[in-house]
C-alpha cells in the first residue's frame, strides 16, 4: 500500500496522518471480528438453550376440547333514557307562594310540588256558589208556582165538569119539557125556563172552558220558568265546578314518582297558565329504559327468541367495584333497521330498585341468546395471540405439543368457540404456554401452575 485517499485527497506513506488511518482501520477490522465471534457463540448458546428446553418436560395444565352448543352473547354500549320524562306546566295564572321540594329531589306520584297564590279563584269560586244557590232558590220557586198553578188548572177541570153534567141535564129537561108542550102537559112558559136553564149551562161551561186554558197556559209558562231556572243552574254549576277544578290547580302534585331536576321559576314569580316554560322536569328512573343498537346480523336470532321468550337482557353498572350485573327485560324492538350504520335499536326496561342506572350514562348492555348448534369449546386461556393470529398448543399422543393456528368465533364466560383447527377431544394446554415451543415435551399436572389470587 503506497497511498491512502481520503475524501478524495491522496495521502502519502511517509506522512504521519498515513500511520494513523492504517492504526484505525486495523483496530475497526478486529473489533468487527471479535464482534461476530461473540455473536455466533451467542447464538450456540440460545439454540442448545432452546434444545434442551425442548427435550425436557414442562409441567402444564390441560383441558380437552367438547362439543357443545354455547348461548350467543351480543355485547355493546348503551345509553340510559328514563321511563318518562314530564314537564310540570302551570294550568292556571298567578303568583308562586311557595316550592315544597329542593331541586334534583326524589319526589312520589301526588307529592305537594307549588303553591299558587288561591285567593282569586277562592272569591270567583264563592260568588259561583252563591249564584247555584240562587237557581236552586228560583227553581224551588218556580217549582211552587207550577204545583198551585197545576191545582188551580185541576179546580178548574172540575168546575168545567160540574157545568158540563149540569148541561147535559138542562139540555134532557129542554127536549122533554118540548114533549110535555105538545101533549098540553106543561105551559109554554115552563118550557122556556128549561131552554134559559139549558143557555145558562152551556154559557157556564164556555166560561169554564175559559178558565181551564188559561190555567194550562199559565201552566206551561210555569214550566218554561222551571226549565229556564235548571238551564241556569247548570250552567252556574259548571262555572261553579270549572271554578273548583282551576282552584284545584293552585296546588301542583308530582304526576309521576322520579327525580326532579332544576327549577325554571322561582318562589314570587307570576307564572301563566300553559306556559311554554315548565316549572320543572321530571325523570322517572323506576323502572327505566336502556336502549342500545345491535348488528342487523342478529335480528333473526332476536326475533326467534324474542318469540319464545328466551331472550335475556342485562347491564353491567359502570364504577361499581362489584361490577353488578343487572337484569331487565326487552321492551321494544324497531321496525326498522338503520342503513346508515346496519344496526338495529333496542330498548330494555329494568326496574332499577337500586337507583344505580340514571338517565344520560352509557352502560354495558350484554343480550344472551340461545346457542343454534354444537360448537367446538375450548377454555379462553388456551388461547395464544401472536402476530400471526391465534393459535394454541395441542398435546400429541407422545406428550410433546404442536403450536396449532385456529380461527375464534366467539366467547361466553371463560370459554371460546373455535370454528377451525380444532376437534372435539383434542388436548390443548391451558396454563404453562410460557415455557413451551412447538416440539417440546409436556408433563401433565391436574392443578394450574399459576393459581388465581
Not at 503506497?2 to 475497526?28: C, E, G, H, M, W
Request: aromatic share 6%; charged share 20%.
Amino acid at each position: 500500500m503506497s497511498s491512502i485517499y481520503l475524501d478524495n485527497q491522496r495521502i502519502p506513506k511517509t506522512s504521519p496522518s498515513f500511520k494513523i488511518v492504517l492504526l484505525v482501520i486495523v483496530l475497526a477490522s478486529a473489533a468487527l471480528t471479535i464482534f461476530f465471534i461473540n455473536q455466533f457463540k451467542t447464538n450456540q448458546a440460545e439454540e442448545k438453550k432452546d434444545a434442551k428446553r425442548a427435550h425436557e418436560a414442562a409441567p402444564v395444565t390441560v383441558a380437552q376440547a367438547k362439543l357443545e352448543t354455547l348461548p350467543l352473547e351480543i355485547r355493546n354500549v348503551g345509553n340510559v333514557e328514563a321511563f318518562s320524562v314530564v314537564n310540570v306546566i302551570a294550568q292556571v295564572g298567578g303568583q308562586l307562594t311557595d316550592v315544597f321540594f329542593k331541586q334534583g329531589q326524589y319526589v312520589r306520584k301526588g307529592d305537594l310540588l307549588f303553591q299558587i297564590d288561591p285567593r282569586p279563584y277562592e272569591a270567583l269560586l264563592a260568588q259561583a256558589e252563591a249564584n247555584v244557590a240562587r237557581d236552586k232558590s228560583q227553581i224551588n220557586s218556580a217549582q211552587a208556582n207550577l204545583e198551585k198553578d197545576m191545582a188551580s188548572s185541576r179546580q178548574a177541570q172540575a168546575n168545567l165538569d160540574k157545568d158540563l153534567a149540569s148541561q147535559k141535564y138542562a139540555d134532557v129537561e129542554v127536549k122533554r119539557y118540548i114533549s110535555l108542550v105538545n101533549e098540553g102537559a106543561v105551559s109554554h112558559e115552563q118550557s122556556d125556563q128549561m131552554k134559559t136553564n139549558s143557555e145558562t149551562a152551556e154559557a157556564t161551561v164556555a166560561s169554564d172552558k175559559a178558565v181551564l186554558e188559561n190555567a194550562n197556559a199559565v201552566i206551561d209558562s210555569d214550566k218554561a220558568a222551571v226549565l229556564t231556572a235548571r238551564a241556569n243552574l247548570r250552567a252556574d254549576q259548571a262555572a261553579a265546578d270549572n271554578l273548583r277544578i282551576q282552584l284545584g290547580f293552585t296546588k301542583i302534585y308530582s304526576p309521576v314518582e322520579g327525580i326532579t331536576g332544576a327549577l325554571n321559576v322561582y318562589q314570587g314569580n307570576v307564572v301563566r297558565a300553559n306556559d311554554t316554560t315548565s316549572l320543572v322536569v321530571i325523570n322517572q328512573i323506576q323502572p327505566i329504559y336502556v336502549s342500545c343498537s345491535v348488528p342487523e346480523i342478529y335480528l333473526p336470532s332476536l326475533r326467534t327468541s324474542i318469540d319464545e321468550g328466551t331472550i335475556k337482557v342485562n347491564v353491567r353498572v359502570d364504577g361499581d367495584k362489584k361490577n353488578t350485573i343487572l337484569g331487565g327485560t326487552l321492551s321494544f324492538i324497531d321496525n326498522t333497521v338503520d342503513k346508515t350504520t346496519g344496526t338495529i335499536r333496542l330498548r330494555a326496561t329494568f326496574p332499577n330498585q337500586s337507583k344505580l342506572l340514571w338517565p344520560g350514562e352509557f352502560t354495558d348492555v350484554i343480550i344472551t341468546l340461545p346457542g343454534a348448534r354444537p360448537q367446538v369449546v375450548i377454555p379462553s386461556s388456551a388461547v395464544v395471540n401472536d402476530q400471526q393470529g391465534q393459535s394454541v398448543f395441542v398435546v400429541r399422543s407422545d406428550n410433546t405439543v404442536e403450536l396449532v393456528t385456529v380461527q375464534v368465533d366467539r366467547t361466553y364466560g371463560e370459554n371460546s368457540i373455535v370454528n377451525a383447527g380444532l376437534k372435539e377431544g383434542d388436548t390443548v394446554v391451558i396454563d404453562g404456554q410460557l415455557k413451551l415451543l412447538p416440539g417440546s415435551a409436556v408433563t401433565i399436572i391436574q392443578s394450574p401452575i399459576h393459581p388465581p389470587s
